[in-house]
Antibody, heavy 120, light 104 residues
Framework: QLQLQESGPGLVKPSETLSLTCTVS??????????WGWIRQSPGKGLEYIGA???????YYNPSLKSRVTMSVDTSNNHFSLRLTSVTAADTAVYYC????????????WGQGALVTVSS | EIVLTQSPATLSLSPGERATLSCRAS??????VAWYQQKPGQSPRLLIY???TRATGIPARFSGSGSGTDFTLTISSLEPEDFAVYYC???????FGQGTKVEI
């Protein structure tokens, strides 16, 4: 059974960098059939798709966040990561990692979510 | 940018009733529309993709339809566990619809 698990600090100071890792178990991250993505959910903005990465390192990012986002993949440890720089209170949200179908683009497996609060 | 608008915001129904949820795109889109269900404290769960294909393990009472700018999720007969928030999403959209809450 495929499982995804987010991990990382729950509290980040304004202007600093948010870093999260998603560990994948039950399947290899090395696949051309799926992208590995990040979505966040906040009361103010609802569900927002941040972007995704392929095992090869190919990425695509939400244009509104592109200047601050970096995603990476570690095939040896079967995980992928998100970095979001220069955070503000508006970046406070539950961050989900999810698997996205390459062909149909659906998010079929999700992590449980990690609440990240931006506050001094 | 594609914007998805869901209606109604809240749907008040009883178990056994039929639920019809709407998702309208700001421009004509391909049929890569998915529907998700989210319960309090849980992650979204994929119900429908490609507008009308049920995801693995999803009961037949859930169905999706639509094309162009208008898409619909129908729950033919509500079960107690179906009361939740439902979101639509299109492959080319950076945000999901704002959600429809189906409440008892």
């Amino acid at each position: 059974q495929l499982q995804l698990q987010e991990s990382g600090p729950g509290l980040v100071k304004p202007s600093e960098t948010l870093s999260l890792t998603c560990t994948v178990s039950g399947a290899s991250i090395i696949t051309t059939t799926y992208w590995w993505g990040w979505i966040r959910q906040s009361p103010g903005k609802g569900l927002e798709y941040i972007g995704a990465i392929l095992y090869s390192g190919n990425t695509y990012y939400n244009p509104s966040l592109k200047s601050r986002v970096t995603m990476s993949v570690d095939t040896s440890n079967n995980h992928f990561s998100l970095r979001l720089t220069s955070v503000t209170a508006a970046d406070t949200a539950v961050y989900y990692c999810a698997r996205r179908g390459y062909a149909d683009h659906e998010f079929d497996y999700w992590g449980q979510g990690a609440l990240v609060t931006v506050s001094s | 940018e594609i914007v998805l608008t869901q209606s109604p915001a809240t749907l008040s129904l009883s178990p056994g009733e039929r639920a019809t949820l709407s998702c309208r795109a700001s421009q004509s889109v391909t049929s890569y529309v998915a529907w998700y269900q989210q319960k309090p404290g849980q992650s979204p769960r994929l119900l429908i993709y490609d507008a009308s294909t049920r995801a693995t393990g999803i009961p037949a009472r859930f169905s999706g339809s639509g094309s162009g700018t208008d898409f619909t999720l129908t729950i033919s007969s509500l079960e107690p566990e179906d009361f939740a928030v439902y979101y639509c999403h299109h492959r080319n959209a950076w945000t999901f619809g704002q959600g429809t809450k189906v409440e008892i």
